[in-house]
């Protein structure tokens, strides 16, 4: 978690290397893991809530996106999907954070 580090330039690095790293690992996906593409079955997704600088962020791709790598077909897929779940229990998006589930 070097996002926590207090040294600006320390952070930056370990940043660009972790995403670096993690960009090569994934790079047959487009540099995040891709459960759809993946024909061996290996690629899991994400690991949701964990405190990540990029994942659920619009500065990369979107949060829809990460949304669907960690919940897959449970996301909005099905009579009783997670958007339709959270948009009946929490209309007016009261919780509601950078990785939460959206209304809509």
Not at 5 to 14: G, K, L, W
Not at 73 to 80: D, E, H, I, S, T
Not at 83 to 99: E, I
């Amino acid at each position: 978690q070097s996002r926590t580090t207090p040294y600006q330039e320390q952070s930056a690095a370990h940043l660009d290397w972790i995403r670096g790293m993690y960009g090569d690992v994934y790079s047959a996906y487009g540099g995040t893991p891709d459960p759809a593409q993946d024909p061996t079955g290996t690629v899991d997704g994400c690991y949701y809530n964990y405190p990540d600088i990029d994942l659920g962020s619009h500065r990369k791709g979107t949060a829809e996106k990460a949304l669907w790598l960690y919940f897959l077909g449970n996301l909005r897929q099905g009579r009783r999907n997670l958007v339709d779940v959270k948009a009946h229990w929490d209309p007016q998006n009261f919780f509601h954070n950078a990785q939460s589930i959206p209304v809509r």
